[in-house]
């Protein structure tokens, strides 16, 4: 079955801390991988797009990472801000010939105290 | 600006209605997508259109219906068939007909059945 899970399902960390959220998928076959960041009532923003032949790729504070061997990719965030706060988004899309599909996870809930 | 525009951000319907969320877009963008988003889960694709006149249904297309007679438009109606139709409703478009190309997405409008 063609599923993306998030851990963990929500997270409060101070501000300037690091923190790192967590995408495991078992989609086949594998196309690319984006994370997206959604502010509370709003449309997702992609931050980080990558195929099976990228291992990380960074946006600013924002690096995810990808293995493709074991099927999991990170996000990583450096030195939070206030405005970090938001959801986290990973899809993973699985490539068919017509159009290709996006699975979605559930995303991961971050909240960034001063 | 480019960009995708969804109209109106909030809406009200009371049961046994049918109701029509706007989207357009002018990126001249070819495929153009809407998804619903409940509260801890991922996004889930309702219906999508790759080309003017043409459109097909996604994961959850029960109780909804869309037309898109010009590249720009793409409205979906809830019809009173949808049992549940309390929701976040995403619209989103991609250049090229491919979904598993990027995705940007609209500030969404959430409806609420009264």
């Known amino acids: 079955k063609n599923q993306v899970e998030q851990s963990p399902q929500s997270l409060i960390i101070l501000e300037g801390k690091n923190c790192t959220l967590q995408?495991?998928?078992?989609?086949?076959?594998?196309?690319?991988l984006r994370w997206y960041k959604q502010d509370t009532g709003r449309g997702p923003v992609s931050l980080t797009i990558?195929?099976?032949?990228?291992n990380t790729k960074s946006n600013g504070r924002y690096t995810a990472t990808l293995d493709a061997d074991t099927k999991q990719s990170s996000l990583h965030i450096t030195a939070s801000q206030l405005s970090d706060s938001a959801s986290y988004i990973c899809?993973?899309?699985?490539?068919?010939?017509?159009?290709?599909?996006?699975?979605f996870g559930q995303g991961t809930t971050l909240q960034v105290k001063p | 600006d480019g960009g995708i525009t969804q109209s109106p951000k909030y809406l009200f319907r009371k049961e046994g209605q049918n109701v029509t969320l706007s989207c357009e877009q002018n990126?001249?963008?070819?495929?153009m997508y809407w998804y619903r988003q409940d509260p801890g889960q991922g996004l889930r694709l309702i219906y999508y259109?790759?080309?003017?006149?043409?459109?097909q249904k996604g994961d959850i297309a029960e109780g909804y219906s869309v037309s898109r007679e010009k590249k720009e438009s793409f409205p979906l109606t809830v019809t009173s068939a949808q049992k549940n139709p309390t929701a976040f409703y995403l619209c989103?478009?991609?250049?090229?007909?491919?979904?598993?190309?990027?995705?940007?997405f609209g500030p969404g409008t959430r409806l609420t059945v009264l």
């Open positions: 990126l001249n963008h070819d495929a």
């Open positions: 995408c495991n998928y078992t989609v086949s076959p594998f196309s690319n």
């Open positions: 990558m195929t099976f032949s990228e």
């Open positions: 989103a478009s991609t250049k090229g007909p491919r979904a598993d190309n990027e995705q940007f």
């Open positions: 899809v993973v899309s699985r490539f068919t010939s017509n159009t290709g599909k996006l699975i």
């Open positions: 259109s790759q080309i003017v006149n043409d459109f």
